[in-house]
């Protein structure tokens, strides 16, 4: 059934969660030249970075640099990742509008990418909030491993919750959900999703999948019907969390806009920008991108017919006879 024109929110990821998972090390330049270009793409938010250790994260090493060369465009909101204090300050030093505080459902996988139990996070993180609180800068929350650890396995609606509600009792602007691994599937993110909307009906809920088992675009339609409207995505499919095994790209982006255009919905993106954007990603990172769309074209980009083909085909009356 078309979606009438009902308005979706997508967020582009690729130099914060595409990058990060990169061993070439993207120049500076071209870091700042990619995200001028997403800005004029028409996403609502652009997870520019992160404000990690540089030991953990050698590809985001150059955050502040990014930060302040960058040409924001109005009504663009910039976030970053910040896994502590000291990456909140030197994220607010940069002038963000967001950050994007991190930490995972399952102590595994907290343990693994952060090296601190959740608790040691949570409370590194209500520091962060206390700090960040005065300023005008908002407050999201993503929660790691949240459809399923790769270590741990499957993780229980309410343990989600419960880590929601203590950041809700923290008055954070919003939420992400991250299937890290690609291990969620449609009926369980409509659940999750529909559970999550109920319970927290104030909070700006946003879906993260990953594409690692070929279920992104399935699930993002699940987390739509249950009353989801903000989705990360990642530019060619890049992405991935070094830290969790078997991580791989994000939901790409152009596939993502592609599909939600012809159901119908506004995403406000130029999916055409999008795509010559996502074109330049193959000599940039050194290597082919997943994305499905750089090597099909859109549905409608149709292809002359072959000089060859004329006489060989046979004309209506041959099939006349044949069964389906
Ligand atoms: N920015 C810059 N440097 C930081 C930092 C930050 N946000 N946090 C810590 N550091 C530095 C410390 O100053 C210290 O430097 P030194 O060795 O020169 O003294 C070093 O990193 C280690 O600090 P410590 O507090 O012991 O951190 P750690 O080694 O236990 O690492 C994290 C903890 C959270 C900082 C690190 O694991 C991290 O940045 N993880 C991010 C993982 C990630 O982004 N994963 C993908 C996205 S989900
Ligand atoms: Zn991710």
């Not at 505080?101 to 608790?119: A, D, F, K, Q, W």
């Not at 109920?198 to 809920?205: G, M, Q, S, T």
């Not at 995505?233 to 969790?244: E, K, Q, T």
């Not at 002359?304 to 085909?313: K, L, R, V, Y």
């Amino acid at each position: 059934m078309p979606a009438s024109g009902k308005r979706l929110y997508i967020h582009e990821v690729a130099t914060r969660d595409g990058f990060q998972n990169e061993t070439r090390f993207i120049d500076t330049d071209h870091k700042v030249a990619l995200v001028n270009r997403l800005s004029q793409c028409g996403f609502a938010k652009i997870e520019v970075t992160s404000f990690t250790s540089p030991k953990a994260i050698p590809a985001l090493r150059d955050a502040e640099a990014v930060m302040q060369r960058i040409a924001r465009v109005p009504g663009v909101v910039y976030t970053v990742l910040v896994p502590n204090v000291r990456g909140a300050e030197r994220a607010l030093s940069c002038g963000v509008d967001e950050v994007n505080l991190v930490m995972s459902v399952s102590e595994s996988h907290n343990r693994g990418n952060l090296r601190m139990t959740r608790e040691q996070s949570f409370t590194q993180l209500r520091d962060v909030v206390s700090v960040v609180r005065d300023t005008n800068v908002a407050i999201n929350v993503s929660l790691s491993t949240a459809m399923g650890c790769p270590m741990e396995g499957d993780v229980s609606i309410a343990e989600v919750l419960r880590w929601m509600q203590r950041f809700a009792d923290l008055d954070v602007h919003g939420m992400t959900l991250c299937d890290t691994t690609g291990m969620a599937y449609p009926s369980q993110v409509g659940n999750l999703c529909r559970h999550v909307v109920e319970a927290f009906p104030d909070l700006e809920l946003t879906l993260h999948f990953h594409n690692t088992r070929g279920m992104g675009l399935a699930n993002t339609l699940a987390a739509i019907e249950a009353g989801i409207d903000r989705f990360d995505s990642s530019l060619g499919g890049l992405g991935g969390c070094p830290y969790a095994p078997g991580a791989t790209g994000n939901v790409c982006t152009e596939e993502l806009v592609h599909m939600l255009e012809l159901d119908g919905y506004e995403t406000g993106v130029n999916l055409a920008g999008v795509i010559d954007a996502a074109a330049i990603l193959p000599d940039l990172v050194g290597h082919a991108v997943p994305s499905q769309i750089l090597k099909a074209g859109r549905r409608l980009d149709l292809h002359p017919m072959p000089a060859t083909a004329g006489d060989a085909i046979p004309d209506q009356d041959a099939f006349a006879h044949r069964g389906p």
